[in-house]
């Protein structure tokens, strides 16, 4: 059930249950007052105010001080001023400070999808773990990227500026079941069609190998 109380009072009273400091709360309560929806995150300039000490990990669970955050409004409040910049790096961002956090893989994961359409009006389209409704198409890319070591395949998708969602597991094996073999640049590869635009995943020998 969405929680319906003042986000900045369901944000602090989060950060208490993960161990809070008060130089985060005055962080929340910036952010919560940085306005309802999207930020305009790109536009702001603020100072590098340092590091803290939190992690958003692989599985998309975020920790503050070695602690996961347990209170999805406070997630969604944080989620709402993140920004990846050119170094690489992913910060927390208000009007007046920028802050830098660890992100273990992508910041967001894709929990769900739908597909509606064939063809080239085919519209994928993905739900992530803090509520983002994204329709995979080329403002949104889709890439895929050989896993080392375990050869499995890990497909990402471009949320907003640099901010990608890592597609769970299980949605991505619903996803591939929708591919299709697409010859680009004249050579047969397995893809993805969204919004008019296709999405390479491997080359479709790589996949008769594989048994598909």
Same mark, same amino acid.
């Given at each position: 059930?969405?929680?319906?109380?003042?986000?900045?009072?369901?944000?602090?009273?989060?950060?208490?249950?993960?161990?809070?400091?008060?130089?985060?709360?005055?962080?929340?309560?910036?952010?919560?007052?940085?306005?309802? &929806?999207?930020?305009?995150?790109?536009?702001?300039?603020?100072?590098?105010?340092?590091?803290?000490?939190?992690?958003?990990?692989?599985?998309?669970?975020?920790? @503050?001080? &070695?602690?996961?955050?347990?209170?999805?409004?406070?997630?969604?409040?944080?989620?709402?001023?993140?920004?990846?910049?050119?170094?690489?790096? %992913? @910060?927390?961002?208000?009007?007046?400070?920028?802050?830098?956090?660890?992100?273990?893989?992508?910041?967001?994961?894709?929990?769900?999808?739908?597909?509606?359409? %064939?063809?080239?009006?085919?519209?994928?389209?993905?739900?992530?773990?803090?509520?983002?409704?994204?329709?995979?198409?080329?403002?949104?890319?889709?890439?895929?990227?050989?896993?080392?070591?375990?050869?499995?395949?890990?497909?990402?998708?471009?949320?907003?500026?640099?901010?990608?969602?890592?597609?769970?597991?299980?949605?991505? @094996?619903?996803?591939? &079941?929708?591919?299709?073999?697409?010859?680009?640049?004249?050579?047969?590869?397995?893809?993805?069609?969204?919004?008019?635009?296709?999405?390479?995943?491997?080359?479709?020998?790589?996949?008769?190998?594989?048994?598909?």
């Amino acid at each position: 059930m969405t929680d319906q109380r003042n986000p900045e009072n369901a944000a602090k009273e989060g950060l208490a249950a993960a161990g809070d400091t008060g130089g985060l709360e005055a962080l929340v309560a910036r952010a919560a007052r940085a306005g309802k &929806g999207l930020p305009p995150v790109e536009r702001w300039n603020p100072p590098f105010c340092g590091d803290i000490d939190m992690e958003i990990r692989q599985d998309g669970t975020w920790f @503050y001080l &070695g602690t996961p955050i347990g209170r999805m409004p406070l997630v969604q409040l944080f989620s709402t001023v993140l920004r990846k910049d050119a170094d690489g790096r %992913t @910060y927390l961002v208000t009007p007046v400070e920028r802050v830098g956090i660890r992100v273990v893989d992508a910041p967001f994961v894709a929990v769900e999808m739908n597909v509606s359409g %064939t063809g080239d009006g085919q519209v994928v389209t993905f739900r992530t773990n803090v509520g983002d409704v994204v329709e995979a198409g080329p403002d949104h890319p889709l890439r895929f990227v050989d896993e080392d070591g375990t050869g499995g395949l890990k497909p990402y998708l471009l949320v907003r500026g640099r901010l990608e969602a890592l597609v769970a597991r299980p949605v991505m @094996y619903e996803l591939v &079941g929708h591919g299709e073999e697409i010859v680009l640049d004249g050579k047969a590869m397995f893809a993805l069609r969204s919004r008019g635009a296709v999405f390479p995943i491997m080359p479709a020998e790589q996949l008769r190998r594989l048994g598909g």
